[in-house]
C-alpha cells in the first residue's frame, strides 16, 4: 500500500494547484485516474521506500510531507497564471472594464474579461509549449531529487514560494504596463481637450475612446508577449526543481 500511497499523495498534490490539470472543469475522477496511472508509472523507478506502516503516525508524517511537496511544486508554477492574470485586471481597470466582470471557476471569484483573455492565452501557450509536459517530467524527477524519506520538510522551500509570489506584481505590472501608459497618455490629451472645448461631453466620448485605444496595444503587443510568458514558464520550471531539491527543503 505504501509504494502507491506515498508517491500518489505527490502527484495528487501538484494535480490539484497545477495549472490545467487543477482546474476546477476537470472532473475529480479524471483527476484521480490520471494521478493514478502517474504513480503506476513512476512507482517502478522509485529506488527505495522508508520502512514504516502507512497507518502509524511516522506513516501519516510522510503522507502529509508528499502532500505539501506537491502543493508546493503545482503552485510555483500556478504563480505564473496569476501574473497574467493579474496583469489583465490592471490592464482591464484601465480601460474601462471594471464592470464587465465573469465568474472565474478556477478561484471561485470575479475577474475581467481582459483578465480571462489573457487566461486563455496563456493556456493555449502553456500548451503549445509542452511545458505540461515538462512539469511532469520535473515531478518524476522530483523522486529521485528528493526521495520519499522520513526526513523533516526545513522552510527554505516554503520561503523560495513566498518570495516566488513576488512575480504576481512585478511581473504582472511590466506585461500591463504598455497599455497602461497608452492609457494615460490618452486620458491626459483628452483632459487637454476638455479644458481647450468645456462643450465637449467627456464622459461620451471618453470611454469609446480609452476602450478603443486599449483594444489596439492589446492587437499589437499580442504578438510579442509570447517571449515573455516563455521565459515565465521557464522561471516557473526551474523553481518548481528548487523546490525539490534537499537544499530548499532540507533542515536549515
Known amino acids: 500500500m505504501a509504494t502507491i500511497l506515498w508517491p500518489l499523495t505527490r502527484i495528487l498534490g501538484l494535480i490539484a494547484t497545477a495549472p490545467l490539470f487543477g482546474n476546477m472543469s476537470v472532473p475529480v475522477r479524471i483527476k484521480i485516474g490520471l494521478g493514478i496511472l502517474l504513480s503506476l ?16 503516525l511516522a506513516g501519516l508524517l510522510i503522507l502529509t510531507q508528499q502532500l505539501i511537496i ?22 482591464g481597470l484601465t480601460m474601462g472594464f471594471g464592470f464587465a466582470t465573469f465568474f472565474d471557476p ?75 501608459a497608452a492609457l494615460l497618455v490618452t486620458n491626459i490629451a483628452l483632459g487637454i481637450l476638455t479644458r481647450a472645448a468645456p462643450q465637449l461631453n467627456l464622459f461620451g466620448i471618453g470611454f469609446p475612446i480609452t476602450l478603443g485605444v486599449g483594444f489596439i496595444i492589446i492587437a499589437l503587443a499580442l504578438p510579442y508577449l509570447a517571449t515573455p510568458l516563455e521565459r515565465l514558464f521557464g522561471e516557473g520550471l526551474e523553481i518548481t526543481r528548487q523546490i525539490a531539491t534537499p537544499a530548499m527543503t532540507g533542515p536549515r
Open 70 to 91: 506537491g502543493l508546493a511544486m503545482g503552485f510555483a508554477m500556478r504563480v505564473v497564471f496569476a501574473t497574467v492574470e493579474m496583469a489583465g485586471e490592471v490592464a
Open 106 to 180: 478556477q478561484t471561485r471569484g470575479r475577474s475581467s474579461a481582459i483578465s480571462q483573455f489573457l487566461a486563455l492565452l496563456m493556456l493555449m501557450l502553456f500548451l503549445a509549449t509542452n511545458t505540461h509536459l515538462m512539469l511532469l517530467s520535473a515531478l518524476a524527477e522530483s523522486f529521485v531529487t528528493l526521495p520519499i524519506s522520513t526526513a523533516p520538510i526545513g522552510v527554505r522551500g516554503m520561503k523560495q514560494i513566498a518570495d516566488w509570489g513576488q512575480l504576481i506584481f512585478s511581473a504582472g505590472l511590466q506585461l500591463s504596463l504598455p497599455i497602461v
Open 41 to 56: 508509472i513512476i512507482t517502478p523507478t522509485i529506488s527505495s521506500l522508508p520502512d514504516a506502516d502507512p497507518i502509524s
